[in-house]
């Protein structure tokens, strides 16, 4: 799957709308709608699978990129940032407690924030900062067909 | 000869005085340090072993047990990649985390990762999110 990067990202504005309507979290929401979705509200493993496959890049945080809540999630939005990575899926999981739940269940670990590459876990904030600090974090973008900025950087010093 | 670094910035401690505060001298060792310290040793039988209470940092009263970091060093750990290293810092402390442990900072190395870098970031800054909600796990 080829990612845009320039797009712009979206924390679920669409999602974000439908509380703002309603006052209620989007999972109480969608079962109003007719529950066409079958089993369980926005925890369940239906429910956690879709969303870690909306993106190549998603990340389960506390506040959004733009207001991070946390120091953990801010060091992941802060890291997706030096490399490039603006266009990406982020849930706020203060917003929703069953998928806050939900999310750990989903990828037995027990702490947000959480980053899925492709939508696969690769870990929290530390693993995070480490895979950037010993390169593996540029290479699993470029699988991702993201470029990251950090070459374009390293490039730029190469002309000096 | 390997000389301990003069400033680490994972711990502001030597190891020493902290498996001394684990050994119930008081202060910096509380009831859940303990804890993490003694199931960490018998799950992994590191060679070293750091253990911070960032509590007070996000916000903690006096005498919070919630938020900590652990540097692991360990034999366990070689071959393993970063994420199955955590989860089994995190299935040593599993009743912990479902419990009162809020959040855990892991860095987890093989001995000869420490030998040739013995120092670990420090915490990020905490952005308030534990005054602003429920406090659970």
Redesign the interface.
């Known amino acids: 799957m080829r990612a845009a990067v320039r797009t712009g990202w979206r924390i679920g504005a669409a999602a974000a709308a439908l509380r703002g309507r309603a006052g209620r979290p989007l999972s109480q929401a969608a079962g109003e709608g007719g529950g066409a979705e079958g089993s369980g509200g926005s925890g369940s493993r239906e429910a956690v699978e879709r969303l870690v496959r909306e993106h190549p890049v998603v990340v389960f945080m506390?506040?959004s990129p733009a207001q991070?809540?946390?120091?953990?999630?801010?060091?992941v939005v802060q890291i997706l940032r030096l490399h490039g990575v603006e266009d990406y899926r982020a849930h706020d999981v203060?917003q929703d407690p069953d998928l806050r739940q939900g999310i750990k269940n989903y990828s037995?670990?027990?702490?947000i924030p959480q980053v899925y590459l492709n939508g696969e876990?690769?870990?929290?904030?530390?693993?995070l900062?480490?895979?950037h600090q010993n390169g593996d974090l540029v290479e699993e973008l470029k699988k991702l067909g993201i470029r990251s900025a950090l070459l374009d950087a390293e490039k730029d010093e190469e002309k000096k | 000869q390997i000389h301990p670094p003069s400033s680490c910035s994972f711990s502001p401690m030597r190891g020493p005085l902290l498996a001394a505060a684990g050994r119930a001298m008081g202060g910096t060792g509380g009831p859940l340090a303990r804890t993490i310290h003694a199931k960490l040793t018998a799950a992994l039988q590191p060679t070293h072993l750091e253990i911070r209470n960032d509590s007070p940092r996000h916000g903690g009263p006096p005498g919070a047990e919630t938020h900590f970091g652990v540097l692991v060093v360990s034999g366990r750990f070689a071959g393993l990649p970063l994420l199955q290293r955590h989860r089994l810092v995190h299935e040593a402390l599993q009743a912990e985390l479902a419990g009162p442990l809020h959040a855990l900072q892991v860095v987890a190395r093989t001995p000869q990762q420490w030998e040739s870098d013995p120092n670990a970031p420090p915490a990020p800054p905490c952005l308030g999110g534990s005054k602003r909600e429920k406090r659970r796990g």
């Open positions: 506390k506040g991070p809540l946390c120091g953990f999630s801010n060091a203060l037995n670990w027990p702490t876990f690769v870990g929290g904030c530390d693993i900062l480490q895979m």
